[in-house]
């Protein structure tokens, strides 16, 4: 349990300044411009590859604390009982890794 509270907003910032674009399955690595102290500088289409478990660990408290907040726009979330399978423990965190699609042929030194 957390000794001090964050924002949320914080915690949102935090997660878009620490993984961002790096998880949108890009088709070219990037020199990213954004003023963020925290910013890799340059977003490879395979940083999934070598940050998922990080942000993992970021994530997944978030998610973990989706219910102690209210929710607006639950009424439009597709996968609800999927969802609620996770918080209750009965499915584990799906790692934010699932999402990856790696580019056939493509590798990084
Ligand atoms: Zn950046």
Redesign the pocket.
Known sequence: MRSTMIHPATELRHVNETIGYGTLNLQEDFV?A?P?PK?RQIIRTDDMERHAAAWDAVVEPIFRSVQASPQPLWLFLREQEVVEQALANRTPYRSIHLNYRPRAGVTHP
Request: charged residues 0%.
């Open positions: 990213c954004c963020s910013c």
